[in-house]
């Protein structure tokens, strides 16, 4: 079965520094573009940052763009999300998700994590 | 930025009801939509890409229809397990990927 697991979430201060991860099994993991989607608490789903199979393409949301680096590493089977100059907005869940399309980015998910919580807060 | 409308924001629903969900774009996406439903504490699950292609192991129940600008979500006979919030999101103009502000079923 196909599992994604997230971890690396936490309480930081404001202008803080954090490293989330995605733990990726029983796939493929470097056939597949991934995704960061966060939810905030009491919103809805806000697309954070997409990366291809062999990271040659990457793409970022506006609120994040210039604070957060979306990698992967294909030989752990794990994509990353260092997340820098965490502001009061960026408090959120944060879930990892598998593009439907093998070798291609479509830009719709068929597996996601649970999601790992980011508290920025002083 | 393709600005993604969802509709109602609740909508309450008895079990063995139907339920609509409707989903708008700012423009035309063709068919590159995506139905997604959450649980508190659970991976969000897809329902429903290409409009109208059901993902692996989704209930016959669940049925997308549409295309171009407006889209719909329907649940034909509702289960105790579909209570839950649901988000559309389109894939056809991107980045930015854009969701809508979800639809809340609930128990009437």
């Known amino acids: 079965e196909v599992q994604l697991v997230e971890s690396g979430g936490g309480l930081v201060t404001p202008g803080g520094s954090l490293r989330l991860s995605c733990a990726t099994s029983?796939?493929?993991?470097?056939?597949?573009?991934m995704t960061w989607v966060r939810q905030a608490p009491g919103k809805g789903l806000e697309w954070v940052s997409s990366?291809?199979?062999?990271?040659?393409?990457?793409y970022y949301a506006d609120s994040v763009k210039g604070r957060f680096t979306i990698s992967r590493d294909n030989a752990k089977d794990s994509l990353y999300l260092q997340m820098n100059s965490l502001r009061a907005e960026d408090t959120a869940v944060y879930y990892c998700?598998?593009?439907?399309?093998?070798?291609?980015?479509?830009?719709?998910?068929?597996?996601w994590g649970q999601g790992t919580l980011v508290t920025v807060s002083s | 930025e393709i600005v993604m409308t969802q509709s109602p924001a609740t909508l309450s629903v008895s079990p063995g009801e139907r339920a609509t969900l409707s989903c708008r774009a700012s423009q035309s996406i063709r068919s590159n939509l995506a139905w997604y439903q959450l649980k508190p504490g659970q991976a969000p699950r897809l329902l429903i890409y290409g409009a109208s292609t059901r993902a692996t192991g989704i209930p016959a129940r669940f049925t997308g229809s549409g295309s171009g600008t407006e889209f719909t979500l329907t649940i034909s006979s509702l289960q105790s397990e579909d209570f839950a919030v649901y988000y559309c999101q389109q894939y056809n103009n991107w980045p930015p990927l854009t969701f809508g502000g979800g639809t809340k079923v609930e128990i009437k």
């Open positions: 029983e796939f493929t993991f470097s056939s597949y573009s």
């Open positions: 990366i291809s199979s062999s990271s040659s393409y990457i």
């Open positions: 998700a598998r593009d439907i399309l093998i070798f291609g980015s479509s830009g719709a998910f068929d597996y």
